[in-house]
């Protein structure tokens, strides 16, 4: 429906365009508009949609450095909290160098946005009100303290 409703939207604004053709320059500006406003109401409408119909909330309960593997152990539980089950859904957990001062401007903004390591994990047949606990292991993983975890996740 989002992206009909995108669809639509910018179909309208060109057809109102097409009324402006003695007007070139406000023509081009308004269809430079609708270009930007499309896109910004797919990324935010998909967002609005996700965080509000499909709504869940993900914690990690728990990080462990495994010496004897030398693994990275994230523990964390998934809680269904939308009106409807969901059939599957995929938890990304993403590791991110914590930034050092050494570190110049653009490697600060390089770590700060690209994960260090990055692993997924899919879990099928999460019923409304359920938590399970899950875990994802990073294996050879020698990064020292400065480190930060972030979990998103995507269920449907």
């Known amino acids: 429906m989002l992206i009909l409703f995108v669809f639509f939207l910018f179909t309208c604004v060109l057809l109102l365009c097409v009324?402006?053709?003695?007007?070139?320059?406000i023509g081009l500006f308004i269809i430079a508009i609708d270009i930007i406003a499309c896109f910004l109401i797919y990324i935010y409408g998909y967002k609005f949609i996700d965080s509000s119909v499909r709504s869940r909330k993900t914690t990690i309960t728990e990080q462990k450095i495994l010496k004897a593997s030398n693994a990275l152990a994230v523990d964390f539980s998934i809680?269904?909290?939308?009106?409807?089950?969901?059939?599957?859904?995929?938890?990304?957990?993403?590791?991110f160098k914590d930034k050092l001062p050494e570190d110049s401007f653009l490697t600060e903004y390089k770590n700060k946005f690209l994960p260090y390591r990055k692993r997924s994990r899919e879990i099928k047949e999460l019923k409304k009100e359920q938590t399970q606990n899950q875990r994802i292991s990073f294996e050879n993983f020698t990064y020292e303290n400065n480190y930060t975890i972030r979990l998103s996740s995507e269920c449907f």
């Open 79 to 95: 809680t269904n909290t939308s009106k409807r089950d969901f059939k599957e859904c995929k938890i990304t957990a993403k590791i």
């Open 19 to 25: 009324f402006l053709r003695h007007r070139p320059v």
